[in-house]
């Protein structure tokens, strides 16, 4: 009965660097990707919040016949002209996912029009919207929602 001791049952050195420079290589590249991901939900989130601010603008509109002064984000939108006085129409005004952030709100003119400006973090379009010009947001607006 020949039994052999020096029998190699682990793994060696070389073959467990390996195996974890492969799993680094993959986490590395997983987290890359998840925060992609995060960038696209959270753009998202602000072209959803616009589209909601903007319908609390227009019933807004129907009923008063102009568009609100200035919109804050964390406010309400609640009626002050004479015919809408105390109405609610946005109880709060969505705000910015990422807190130093937050959306912009122009009316040059309260009875024709407003823009409602954001930056978004993944953009894929090439930088700023040339309509952005008067929203405040400056170099950092690539997503515009106005009256229709």
């Known amino acids: 009965m020949n039994i052999n001791k020096n029998k190699n049952i682990g793994f060696t050195l070389v073959e467990l660097l390996v195996v974890i420079s492969i799993i680094g290589i993959l986490l590395a590249l997983s987290f890359a990707s998840i925060q992609g991901i995060r960038k696209s939900s959270r753009d998202a989130k602000r072209k ?3 589209e909601t601010i903007r319908s609390a603008l227009e019933l807004y509109r129907a009923d008063c016949k102009v568009y609100p002064s200035a919109v804050n984000s964390g ?8 015919s809408c006085v105390g109405i609610e129409y946005l109880e709060i005004v969505p705000e910015d996912p990422i807190p130093d952030r937050a959306y912009q709100y122009v009316s040059s003119d309260p009875y024709t029009s407003y823009l409602l400006c954001s930056s978004l973090e993944a953009v894929d379009s090439g930088g700023v ?3 952005c010009s008067g929203c405040g947001v400056g170099d950092n607006c690539e997503y515009l929602v106005k009256n229709p």
């Open 129 to 131: 919207n040339p309509l």
């Open 75 to 82: 406010g309400s939108i609640t009626g002050v002209e004479e």
């Open 48 to 50: 959803s919040d616009l």
